[in-house]
């Protein structure tokens, strides 16, 4: 449900291009250096924060006339903020990105080729982890790409990007799960036959919550979290199988 009008709406020109989602937690403070580099996204494109607090976040100063910027209030929940962002995205393609998520400078032009190709498929990026946190985290991110490109399951943090109507199609993310909600949606666009196609390309995420609840601690409960969805996931996609 909408809590309130978009804070900034262009012109209303329709879109066809690109639209950025991105879901702010409570008193989410990684935001900003995002969005700034989003204000290099090519002319047409959109930014949607999904924001879970009345914090306002008006446009950015010079923030570049081609580009839309919105603003929505949302329930807390992941899932339920990029459905909702989901559902007012003008763009023909959907690209959800975490508020830590950080491009470098071959991402877009490398998301702007795989677009280009028309191939309707879910992509995602080479993960890579920020230097806030333990140096073990370079293992993790070497697992989370070693798991995305051989066993087909990318996570949100690789940044899935996806034609709207696909998304649309698969019924957006699960609104009943704290987290993961990422996971299924992948385990949902296999199931309905949607290629997992590599973006060549790095997207940094945050080290934090390692160095925050430990390496170790962390790690395991990531690998429990997954396996606890994958299991029930995995079956339900071999029983459907003909």
Same mark, same amino acid.
């Given at each position: ?5 978009? @804070? @900034? ?42 924001? #879970? ?14 580009? @839309? ?16 962002? #989901? ?40 993960? #890579? ?77 945050? #080290? ?35």
């Amino acid at each position: 449900m909408l809590l309130s009008t978009v @804070d @900034d709406v262009a012109s209303g020109r329709t879109q066809r291009g690109l639209s950025v989602i991105v879901p702010l937690a409570p008193a989410e403070t990684e935001w900003a250096e995002l969005v700034r580099q989003l204000a290099g996204l090519p002319a047409g494109s959109e930014v949607i924060l999904v924001a #879970a607090d009345d914090t306002p976040r008006p446009t950015p100063e010079g923030w570049p006339s081609p580009l @839309d910027y919105r603003v929505c209030r949302s329930p807390a929940g992941r899932a339920r903020q990029q459905n909702l962002g #989901a559902s007012v995205a003008r763009g023909e393609w959907l690209w959800f990105l975490h508020a830590d998520s950080r491009l470098r400078r071959e991402t877009v032009p490398a998301l702007q080729r795989f677009i280009a190709r028309g191939e309707e498929a879910l992509g995602w990026f080479t993960l #890579a982890f920020r230097d806030d946190g333990p140096r073990w985290t370079a293992l993790n991110a070497a697992g989370a790409n070693w798991r995305a490109r051989w066993l087909g399951l990318p996570f949100g943090d690789q940044g899935l990007l996806l034609p709207r109507h696909r998304f649309q199609a698969l019924h957006g993310f699960d609104e009943q799960l704290a987290c993961g909600e990422d996971h299924l949606l992948v385990w949902a666009a296999r199931q309905a036959g949607l290629p997992l196609r590599h973006v060549p390309a790095v997207l940094e995420t945050s #080290a934090r919550k390692y160095a925050r609840h430990g390496w170790l601690i962390t790690t395991l409960r990531h690998w429990r979290l997954t396996a606890l969805q994958a299991w029930p996931a995995w079956r339900a996609s071999h029983r459907s199988r003909p």
